[in-house]
């Protein structure tokens, strides 16, 4: 019985990866054992979209190798490097780490089970590398895997991939061209998803409000252009149809880009009350100027026009979002917009990355690159402002009845927060784990709320 050990860094997608990947290992009869030490194959599923992710993921590579090297229990022990570090270095790595027994890339995850057995089959042998260059995979509603998330919430990936041209980002070349998966395939998995007893089904992708429209016949529609959900499946038809599953449960949307949004869209998500009254844009900037350089495909008046029509369209709706400090030609003026727009949205969920220079990106050949020193100091000051509004909004929950969902004994998320990226709230610890439970907010501490 083959042993294997799993290391999972990265994003939600990339646990949906691993998920299938442990899902395959059990079908062919491996088990999967939380002791390094006792893994005849040590997994690492590694992440590498910024400096930090790399980093990240090296180091944990580099630990599996030291480890082997430091232990008789583990001196037979395979490594295989999985995921985006993979994936996007399948050229430099094998060079840089000789002591990997194997390389897969993303197309090879639902194989990973042969690939251990030829491992395992020869006992010392050359280095393999399987990374397959712009990866196709999508997987399916009855594609084997084993959810490493908590019982009561899921991560469904309803597309992989992403067509849009942002300057700074190497995701569309680690992760390919945008494919979305069926709606019927993504309502099976989510009825089987339901009916296991999940009570907060999360949407994921790269760009979430692309879905379907690469499989539109004839011209794809054109962002900013107003999405007409007539001509194929769109989000705002697979949200009604998931509004129409039976059960008390809740759909998050996470990952959107502004520019896809629709009025079908809006009125989807305002017809549909199991999905939770929070939106996840990352916007990274609100100033044309930088905009125009990050290759957005929008622009400030369409996205304040945006977040006016989305806060009318569907009240009480909290608006996520991510911003980049520091990109390229970014001037004090561009930034002064930024911290300005900030204070004025008052977004009651954000977040800010100090730029991060990844290699074969468009942004990283730009001229005007700002100074470490200076990017540090708008992180900072644009933290603060996201302090200040996440309080402002915090303020206004005292007293207010909510819904939650208890995650831990004690702790529990509102519809406000998304699992592992936002806040919790503190209840009572007799609370049943896993379940919806009305609220008052008693006060709140920084970015927690507390129910009395
Ligand atoms: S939308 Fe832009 S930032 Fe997001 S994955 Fe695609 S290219 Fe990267």
Known sequence: MIKVGLVSLGCAKNLIDSEIMVGHLQQAGMTMTPEADLADVLIINTCSFIDMAKKESVGAVHEAVDARGESKKRKRQKIIVAGCLSQRFSQELPG???????FIGLDQITQVAPIIQGLMDKDKGEQENLVTRQPQYIPDY???RFRLTPK????IKIAEGCNHPCSFCIIPRIRGRHRSRTQESVLKEARQL???GVKEINLISQDTTYFGMDKWEGERPKPRSGVDSSKGESLSTLIRELNAIPGDFWIRLLYTHPAHWSDDLIAAIAESPKVARYIDMPLQHISDHMLSLMKRETDGAYIRDLLKRIRAGIPGI???TTFIVGFPGETEADFNE???FIEDEKFERAGVFNY???EDTRAAKMDDQIHHM???ARWNEAMRAIQRSVEHVNRQQVGKKLRVLVEEPGVARTEMDAPDIDTTIFVDKNLPVGSFADVTVKEWRGYDLVAG
């Open 318 to 320: 909290a608006i996520r």
């Open 194 to 196: 339901i009916e296991s």
């Open 152 to 155: 009561h919430m899921a991560y």
């Open 374 to 376: 200076t990017r540090k």
């Open 96 to 102: 840089l780490m000789p002591e990997v027994d194997a």
């Open 356 to 358: 991060s220079r990844e």
């Open 338 to 340: 930024l911290v300005q």
């Open 142 to 144: 009855d594609t084997p």
